[in-house]
């Protein structure tokens, strides 16, 4: 165990001195800065997430200085939502706060959202939006949650804008029997999981990891926690109630890091231009729509971090000790409810999957295709 902490001081060393030597060079090093932000640990501290998420964001400097402008609260039609949401978030912030700090960035969150709401009429407040933007609140302070708020909801969260989502495997039948649906997983996608995690610790280590991938990265993550769980799945009795609550009350104790590798294989294996193809089959969209899909899909530019990590990982994939949802993949059935799986997670891409990978092309253009 000595020696564990002892190898650990290590890494988090290596690593802070990676991120820092990224951030000094000109231009900055971005594709460092994602595998950074994907291996082992993330990001490490807040003090260094203030750095680095703008740059996974692609956020102009000169963006990062800007005041926030005052908001007008009573003229946004959205304003008695948001306040009666950000009233009900006690939880999020940290225990034995005190009220008069909690209550000041509640005024925060409230003005963060109604300006990202101004100044794009073409966003809709939902509720759960809140839950991210705390996150960002207290991770980067108000100035910056700003920015990378509107950033990200003009980019990663407008895939969720359109999108269905949907599980199936050869034990998601089950599932299906139980008449469930996807409900459960619902305020995990539109959250970015910060909602039904207790501990901030695991909340901004998904952060890490979300924002530096495909804005679709949250529903493989989603998918490897519904895989990981099977056995108690498969355990619960063919009851609509019953699989609901189970599947709804997601474990705090996941092994995080293993999940993480594993949505990373599962996106380099079944990545969006293939899932495109297959729901192209289901839903009989046009072939012109995914030729276009699949033409752009095949630049996903920030997810190269993910085949480089998958090449160096020793062995392959099939005989990988942490990756056992990949493993299962090679007989042909198996391959298959794998394959549907990840399928089912997408469907309905059409225009809203087209905009999904044009923005992820616009994160960082100067990044080279993978090889």
């Not at 759960?128 to 980019?155: C, N, P």
């Not at 108690?232 to 474990?251: G, K, R, T, W």
Request: proline share 6%; charged share 25%; net charge negative.
């Amino acid at each position: 165990m000595v020696f564990s902490l002892v190898d650990w001081g290590t890494k988090r060393k290596r690593k802070t001195a990676d991120i820092t030597q990224a951030l000094s060079v000109d231009p900055v090093d971005v594709a460092t800065l994602r595998r950074m932000a994907i291996s082992e640990g993330g990001l490490l501290t807040d003090e260094i997430r203030c750095q680095v998420w703008p740059r996974l964001l692609n956020v102009p400097p000169n963006l990062l200085d800007q005041e926030p402008e005052k908001v007008e609260r009573e003229d946004n039609k959205d304003y008695n939502q948001v306040l009666l949401d950000v009233q009900r978030s006690l939880r999020r912030f940290p225990p034995g706060m005190p009220d008069e700090q909690r209550e000041g960035l509640q005024e925060e969150l409230i003005d963060i959202i109604l300006r990202v709401l101004k100044r794009n009429p073409q966003l809709h407040y939902y509720q759960g939006y809140h839950d991210i933007v705390v996150t960002f609140l207290l991770v980067v302070g108000e100035r910056l949650a700003t920015v990378l708020v509107e950033k990200l909801s003009t980019h990663h969260l407008s895939a969720f804008r359109h999108l269905r989502v949907f599980f199936y495997n050869n034990f998601i039948v089950i599932i299906f029997r139980a008449e469930v649906g996807t409900v459960f997983a619902l305020s995990w996608l539109i959250t970015w999981f910060g909602h039904v995690l207790s501990d901030f610790r695991h909340v901004v280590r998904l952060y890490d990891f979300f924002l530096a991938c495909h804005p679709l990265m949250p529903i493989y993550f989603a998918a490897v926690i519904v895989l990981y769980r099977e056995e108690e799945v498969l355990e619960c009795e063919c009851d609509m109630a019953m699989v609901h609550h189970l599947l709804s009350q997601i474990p705090q104790d996941l092994p995080y890091e293993t999940l993480i590798s594993r949505a990373g294989d599962l996106f380099v294996q079944f990545p969006p231009s293939e899932l495109a193809r297959e729901a192209a089959a289901h839903e009989s969209m046009a072939a012109s729509t995914f030729k276009d899909f699949e033409l752009a899909s095949t630049q996903q530019r920030p997810d190269s971090v993910l085949r480089r990590r998958r090449r160096q990982k020793p062995g392959a994939p099939e005989s990988s000790a942490v990756s056992p949802v990949v493993a299962v993949a090679q007989p042909s059935t198996a391959r298959r409810f794998v394959r549907l799986a990840v399928m089912g997670l997408t469907v309905a891409l059409g225009a809203a999957a087209l905009a999904v990978v044009n923005t992820a092309l616009e994160w960082a253009p100067k990044l080279d295709l993978f090889p």
